[in-house]
């Protein structure tokens, strides 16, 4: 059974919270014992609770996972960004929290707690719920929660009473949105506000995701002025230079160039740097350290006019974790990291499955279950070849001659990009006989 996703606004918004409420927990149960819903639940929800039955979470208790020790939750706290907009956060939420009796809680990418602040009565109950630092709330854990499906869905979500899939929760409302990091787009975690459902208002979910394109922004800014650094310290460099080169930050983001224009602002760079490497934007090139930054020195040459790499390569394909996914490159003239958002995901996992190629109209087929969005699949290859270059061939879109491509799976079949409704991935997670984990 399917639970029903329709594209309307949430049925339950004309009745009275305890109407709402009472039958929003008829609406679980049904869910739960696979029957036919009384009204259909809100698409983001609905959706979660079909992750959540695929799963098979408890749906009275959830998971258990170890929390972190006081050590670890330290240690989280140093090497998130977060911490960096932290003042934002507080200064955004704390205050609102605490007068409507609520929490403020900041979560990294895993769903591990952070940091909770906000009214002391309800931190008590918080503790009755293991809603507390070092404890984890993803989707797998917690089931359908604020700070679980946001990060599930990468968008801000508000869960209200018994829409949570653990009973556990029904007590509660919250509402929680993501934060990314700007300088690669990955994500740090998440910002939410969780108290007693009697209590609630829907327009905080406006809010927290307010408060967390504030802080995303004082991150950019942040970018911006090491940017502007490394612009400062390149510029004489580049000025000194006859040949191409490409002044870029740590995570790619071009600060200056010299002989040549890279069709994107930032490029993917090597996990190491010894000798040359092999860069789809710009083909092989020598590293070297810059103040900030490195300097990419192209040299000439080495790649056919095609800009394809002169030896074999290998690209591994990892979608083990059912919200982050990455392409990995390696050849001779070393290694790239490609982080994947969940179209170009489901693109690589079809022509994995189709190395003779796809045309626009069957990867159309494929992705959208409709042959005629065609300008819809050239527009997202377009901007897959811009990033990964010669490891793309198209008419009909492959890859590359020479390239091999090796996809790493998830353990169960079903966990297979599991928000993808995407008809051929749906294929490849429900057929018999479907890859386990590892690689093929």
């Not at 609520?102 to 309800?122: F, N, Q, T, V, Y």
């Not at 040359?276 to 790649?303: I, N, Q």
């Not at 974790?321 to 990455?326: N, R």
């Not at 982080?339 to 494929?366: K, M, N, S, W």
Request: hydrophobic share 45%.
């Amino acid at each position: 059974m399917r639970i029903q996703h329709p594209r309307h606004a949430d049925p339950l918004a004309a009745l009275s919270p305890a109407e709402s409420a009472r039958l929003m927990a008829v609406m679980r149960d049904t869910a739960l014992s696979r029957g036919r819903l009384p009204l259909p639940a809100r698409p983001v929800i609905g959706q979660s609770w079909d992750r959540m039955l695929r799963l098979g979470l408890d749906p009275d208790r959830g998971g258990a996972p170890r929390p972190l020790s006081l050590d670890e939750l330290e240690l989280r706290r140093r090497q998130t960004r977060l911490t960096d907009v932290l003042p934002t956060l507080h200064s955004g939420l704390l205050e609102a929290a605490e007068a409507a009796g609520h929490l403020m809680i900041i979560a990294d990418a895993e769903g591990r707690i952070l940091w909770i602040d906000g009214h002391r009565g309800i931190r008590r109950h918080a503790d009755g719920i293991a809603l507390v630092e070092g404890s984890q709330w993803a989707e797998e854990v917690a089931g359908t929660t604020g700070v679980g499906t946001a990060l599930a869905v990468r968008a801000p979500v508000r869960v209200h009473s018994a829409e949570h899939f653990v009973h556990a929760f029904h007590t509660w409302s919250c509402a929680a949105a993501p934060v990314r990091d700007p300088r690669d787009g990955r994500l740090l975690g998440v910002i939410d506000i969780s108290g007693p459902a009697s209590t609630a208002h829907p327009t905080v979910l406006s809010l927290v995701t307010a408060t967390a394109r504030w802080a995303e922004g004082e991150l950019r800014l942040a970018h911006s002025r090491e940017l502007d650094r490394l612009r400062a310290i390149a510029a004489p460099v580049l000025a000194r230079i006859r040949d191409k080169a490409v002044a870029v930050d740590p995570h790619g983001w071009v600060a200056g160039v010299t002989g040549v224009n890279p069709q994107d602002r930032r490029l993917l760079l090597p996990k190491a740097a010894d000798g040359p490497v092999w860069l789809p934007a710009l083909g092989t090139c020598t590293v070297e350290p810059l103040p900030g930054g490195y300097l990419l020195r192209v040299l000439e040459g080495e790649y056919g006019e095609d800009g394809a790499p002169a030896a074999a390569g290998r690209l591994l394909l990892d979608v083990r974790h059912p919200h982050h996914w990455s392409l990995t490159f390696s050849g001779p003239a070393g290694a790239w990291t490609h982080q994947l958002g969940a179209r170009h995901a489901e693109v690589l996992l079809v022509l994995a499955a189709h190395p003779e190629g796809r045309t626009a109209a069957q990867l159309a087929l494929d992705l959208f279950g409709d042959p005629t969005r065609t300008v819809t699949v050239r527009a997202a290859m377009s901007r897959l070849r811009q990033r990964l270059g010669a490891v793309l061939a198209h008419r009909p879109y492959r890859i590359a001659d020479g390239i091999r491509l090796e996809v790493t799976r998830p353990d169960r079949p079903r966990d297979l990009l599991p928000l993808s409704a995407a008809p051929a991935v749906v294929r490849l997670r429900e057929a018999p006989g479907a890859t386990p984990a590892g690689r093929e």
